[in-house]
């Protein structure tokens, strides 16, 4: 485009270019609000100095709506704290930083993989990145993606959904109670699970250590409003059947230190985070557009425990997910009765946490995919002497580990879901030898199936090709049916068919086809891949029948 020189003489030339700059930013790159200029090099344009400085004939302007600047910077500007991000050329480690990328079969979307290779090359201390099978493209940095650092923190690369993850929980109830119509009529009792859960002093309790002491892991009142909600975007909690699973019988349900489910076994499925809470935190440590903080800084203390703060948040707010789901799911036990959204009598903090007690008895396996960890790298033998090694920080934004963090021990099984109406892969890590002990995929795998299209995208073309008839999506007893063990959608006459499909409950009608099956990528490839490069094995599978994304309650 044509500007005037920021040197002619009209008054304020400077506040003429931007303003014609952000105008044609608009118009021709369709960015709503726009609002940071950069030049290569991470530049930010904002005084009329910058513009006399930087803006010349030929000179490529990098627009964005409020984003930094992601790419090899030669500024080294300090934040408001202090913190500065070195010149990509004094952090000549990041230029040999090893990328793996562990998809085959699955398509990866070439922007993403540039995400992931600009993010591996300009943040400073990276070492080692990993693209799992579901990788996509975030709004900067990537989802399903693996960093690990040394000497350096990046709270971008986590995001602001601290703690988000999964956890399954065994249900009480045999599969022929929810197959078919049945699970119509389960999908239409599930009610009073949106809002606030009692007082903000019993959401302490909930929230307290083993110890009783009171509110260990608030994070006040404001943000505890939201514990024991799903959340909007992909979170969802699904009522499941174990298809197949290499424990068939009830006997194996431990093994070692890791419980797993076996055939024809009902289990629940919570997908939820830190809700608000995480996103206060990132605001916090990215301010004035600050990415990254040496591990030395006194922020980079601050951030880990809020962080692990929120980790614990998001796990008992899978937990509290979990009891009102299995007061509706389970009647009349008397453990659920704290569940009942209609059940307002005073609960002293013991009976709050023996029903947190009663719940986390049914968990089998509860993992973080939005988080950073330090470690010990490379990743040594299970059996081998760690004190030699240096530490590192795996970062993970839409990715699971193969360890318990808490007890450091391999996990037994993690879970793989789709999207709705499409299978849960039961997944076990595999750490050996031939992948370096989890040196290859960074201690993690995929955490679903990833996006296949942006969820703009999705709402525009998958509405047009179902007419935009929204309620026949959410049906169990129509066309739409869930994928088997090969991959293929379920015909006439098929077991699928015969037992019925997914109920979905979900009062956003965007959501219904921004989280469309087809906007997912296949979850058989995804978990192909992992068995195909050596980093896990595939135990078994479980078929969706209900699946809840929100009421409007």
Known sequence: MLVPSPSSTEADPETLIRNLVIKEAKSKLRLKKPSRIFVHGGHEISSSMDWRSHVKDDTVLLISSGEDYVGPRTDSRPDARGVADPPQSTVEKDLQCSIEVLANETDLDPLALKQLESTAHALPGIIHAVAQPDLHRGTKYPIGAVFVSQGWIHPPLIGSDIGCGMAWYRCNLHRDKVEGDKGRRIAEHLRGLEGPWRTQEDREAWLSADSGETAMYSAGAEWDASLGTIGAGNHFAELQIVEKSSSSNPSDFTNGTEAQVCENEVVLLVHSG????????????????????????????????????????????????????????????????????????????????????????????????????????????????????????????????????????????????????????????????????????????????????????????????????????????????????????????????????????????????????????????????????????????????????????
């Open 274 to 553: 830190s809700r608000g809470y995480g996103s206060d935190i990132l605001k916090t440590f990215t301010a004035n557009g600050q990415t990254s903080i040496p591990e030395n800084h006194p922020d980079a203390q601050d951030y880990i425990s809020q962080h692990n703060r929120a980790c614990h948040w998001a796990s008992l707010n899978r937990d509290l997910i979990a009891l009102r789901f299995l007061s509706c799911l389970e009647p009349g036990d008397a453990a659920w009765e704290l569940g009942n959204s209609g059940a307002y009598d005073p609960a002293s903090p013991s009976r709050i946490r023996a029903a947190r007690d009663a719940v986390q008895s049914r968990k089998v396996v509860d993992i973080w995919h939005n988080n950073v960890e330090k470690t010990t790298w490379p990743p040594p033998p299970l059996d081998a002497e760690t004190h030699s090694l240096q530490e590192v920080y795996i970062h993970r934004k839409g990715a699971a580990p193969v360890y318990n963090p808490r007890t450091r021990l391999p996990l037994q099984i993690l879970p793989l879901p789709g999207s709705r109406a499409t299978p849960t892969l039961i997944i076990h890590p595999t750490l050996t030898p031939n992948n370096h002990w989890g040196l290859l995929n960074a201690l993690s795998l995929a955490h679903g199936a990833g996006r296949a299209m942006s969820r703009a995208k999705a709402a525009e073309w998958i509405a047009a090709k179902y007419n935009r008839q929204a309620d026949l999506m959410l049906r169990g007893d129509v066309n739409v049916k869930p994928q088997d063990r090969n991959g293929k959608k379920g015909v006439a006459g098929s077991q699928h068919e015969e037992n019925g499909g997914t109920w979905v409950v979900c009062e956003d009608k965007n959501l219904v086809w921004e989280e469309a099956p087809e906007a997912y990528k296949d979850i058989w490839r995804v978990g192909g891949d992992l068995v195909d490069r050596g980093v896990a094995e595939m135990w078994g599978w479980c078929r969706p029948v209900v699946s809840y994304k929100i009421r409007n309650e």
